[in-house]
């Protein structure tokens, strides 16, 4: 399993054409004819909303970006919202608003309060050290250390909110989501129990606010 991880994490490569990071603002701000402002649902700086799950794009690496809106495009990523809009762009539009989101500032930890949540207990080992009985690597692995992804295709993961990370561990678990390379994604998500998925995504959405594994 580990072989496989190295050779995932090693193997891929893409080089996007020129993009203009201006032009992506202005779309993501305004949308274009067929295209609705990406704030509407991303956040004015590309946060996410953590109580609907859209998912941050902030700091994303280019060129994951540029492949998950091609994905949603030919239909090889589902997502009822997103696969009209992505049709709808051009592989201009595509490449502008993938410079523009990698370009803003992505996740920093706020700071600590409260009480760590009990149900977030397995997410700090899961994240950094996997659970090799059951043979599920760490998510660092691949998306790097602290979870803050590692260019061009493992996109960060810390600072996601937990309902977006959440429904897309479900969704390779289930194969309507399938566009992960080699199938890395489905073969961890495929290992892993409702309350794996549950402690990660809480772990991931703030690792200041639930703590270090022991």
Same mark, same amino acid.
């Given at each position: 399993m580990l072989g496989i991880l190295l050779i995932a994490c090693a193997s891929l490569g893409l080089n996007p054409a020129h993009a203009d990071s201006r032009a992506g603002a202005t779309l993501a701000q305004q949308g274009g004819s067929g295209i609705s402002a990406c704030v509407s649902c991303h956040g004015a700086r590309g946060e996410g909303q953590a109580a609907t799950g859209f998912p941050r794009l902030a700091g994303q690496p280019q060129a994951y970006l540029l492949r998950q809106m091609q994905a949603f495009a030919d239909g090889t990523r589902k997502n009822p919202m997103m696969e009209p809009i992505a049709r709808a762009l051009s592989a201009q539009q595509m490449r502008d608003l993938a410079d523009h989101y990698a370009g803003l500032p992505g996740w920093s930890a706020p700071v600590k309060t409260g009480s760590p949540d009990p149900a977030a207990a397995p &997410? !700090?080992?899961?994240?950094?050290?996997?659970?090799?009985?059951?043979? *599920?690597?760490?998510?660092?692995?691949? @998306? &790097?250390? &602290?979870?803050? &992804? *590692?260019? !061009? @295709?493992? !996109?960060a993961i810390t600072g996601q909110p937990r309902a977006y990370t959440r429904t897309q561990l479900k969704a390779w678990q289930a194969g309507t989501r399938s566009n992960d390379s080699q199938g890395l994604m489905k073969s961890v998500a495929d290992r892993m129990t409702d309350a794996d998925i549950e402690a990660v995504s809480l772990y991931l959405e703030n690792p200041a606010a639930t703590g270090r594994s022991e």
């Open positions: &997410g !700090p080992r899961l994240a950094t050290a996997g659970n090799w009985d059951k043979e *599920i690597p760490a998510c660092f692995a691949c @998306h &790097g250390p &602290g979870g803050a &992804g *590692i260019a !061009p @295709h493992f !996109p």
